[in-house]
């Protein structure tokens, strides 16, 4: 299965007014700009992209109840309940940008919503945990072509620092520094830090055949990239491309090289590489503060659907009988 390299270009993005385009052009520039800027780009990609498929339907805004009720009704034939709250979210912003009473507060749309949610469930598909031993099997058939090389790096930085997809494809290489005893990774900004506080997240040198250190400083010697975005695109031909990858391009990796090592891709993707390096690290006996430290979670309860497989395993009272 082979997938083509995709790069964060949004100009071919459908043509649909985005939150701030939305807002009164009586507001001053200096207002606008700010109320723009309270927007992370994704998430206003995000609205842009479901204002979008609403309204390829063939429905408008402003909506009527009745109008978004039967697209929530469509929408439950296709997809899941997940993807429709979102793009109800979505909905409901763009009325309230443009001072339009909102359809998705009125009882039928709620009604039609609850009705969906027990019909479907609300039990959400999870990528399958890319676990310690499992990584280093698809490793291990990696080769020594640029693109392999390169692959080698996004794999192991993104399941050592436990990265979202987002995290990994802004790093630059001003955001890493190397010590004696490993690296220091900077996240400038991440889904649960907008403001940009940022968070530094330790890696240490590699005991097995695998070190991320090792495999980061390789890719970036091969490509000659000494400062600016750590992970480029590449075009067929193994040339590198300017543009840094984007997140998908990062899920496209790791189903490239899972199917290439005789996993299943459809049940992989960029988020397996974090969840993978929670669970293995549970399962190795860290401490979840410890794992927390990694992953950035500011709670338990955030890290709990990460370690519920291992919870179950634990002690099991099946163990004491069977």
Same mark, same amino acid.
């Given at each position: 299965m082979m997938f083509a390299?995709?790069?964060?270009?949004?100009?071919?993005?459908?043509?649909?007014?985005?939150?701030?385009?939305?807002?009164?052009?009586?507001?001053?520039?200096?207002?606008?700009r700010l109320v723009t800027a309270s927007l992370a780009d994704a998430s206003k990609r995000a609205y842009r992209l479901d204002v979008a498929h609403f309204e390829a339907t063939g429905r408008q805004l402003p909506a009527t109840p009745e109008t978004v009720a039967a697209y929530l009704a469509e929408g439950a034939q296709t997809y899941v309940v997940a993807t429709l709250q979102r793009r109800l979210a979505s909905i409901s912003k763009a009325h309230r940008a443009i001072s339009a009473d909102d359809p998705t507060k009125s009882e039928l749309v709620r009604a039609t919503?609850?009705?969906?949610?027990?019909?479907?469930?609300?039990?959400?598909?999870?990528?399958?945990?890319?676990?310690?031993?499992?990584?280093?099997?698809?490793?291990?058939?990696?080769?020594?072509?640029?693109?392999?090389?390169?692959?080698?790096?996004?794999?192991?930085?993104?399941?050592?620092? /436990? $990265?979202? +997809?987002?995290?990994? #494809? &802004?790093?630059?290489?001003?955001?890493?520094? !190397?010590?004696?005893?490993?690296?220091?990774?900077?996240?400038?900004?991440?889904?649960?830090?907008?403001?940009?506080?940022?968070?530094?997240?330790?890696?240490?040198?590699?005991?097995?055949?695998?070190?991320?250190?090792? /495999? $980061?400083? +390789?890719?970036?010697? #091969? &490509?000659?990239?000494?400062?600016?975005?750590? !992970?480029l695109g590449m075009d067929k031909h193994g040339h590198t491309l300017p543009e840094r990858i984007s997140g998908e391009a990062v899920s496209d990796v790791v189903k490239l090289r899972v199917g290439a090592a005789g996993y299943d891709p459809a049940i992989f993707s960029a988020h397996s590489l974090r969840s993978g390096f929670a669970t293995s690290a549970a399962m190795a006996g860290a401490t979840s503060y410890k794992i927390r430290q990694v992953t950035g979670h500011r709670s338990e309860a955030g890290l709990a659907p990460y370690l519920r497989t291992v919870d179950l395993f634990e002690d099991s009272a099946a163990a004491r009988l069977i």
């Open positions: 390299e995709r790069h964060t270009d949004t100009e071919n993005l459908p043509c649909v007014p985005a939150s701030h385009d939305m807002l009164p052009a009586a507001l001053p520039d200096d207002v606008q919503l609850r009705g969906v949610r027990r019909t479907l469930g609300v039990k959400q598909r999870q990528a399958q945990a890319l676990l310690r031993d499992d990584l280093f099997a698809i490793l291990d058939r990696l080769g020594d072509r640029k693109k392999d090389v390169r692959d080698r790096a996004v794999l192991l930085l993104g399941w050592a620092c /436990a $990265l979202r +997809r987002s995290e990994l #494809v &802004a790093l630059d290489v001003e955001d890493i520094v !190397f010590t004696g005893q490993g690296a220091l990774v900077t996240i400038k900004r991440s889904k649960t830090d907008q403001e940009g506080a940022g968070r530094e997240i330790a890696m240490p040198y590699g005991r097995t055949r695998h070190c991320p250190i090792a /495999a $980061l400083k +390789r890719w970036l010697k #091969v &490509a000659g990239i000494e400062t600016g975005a750590i !992970f």
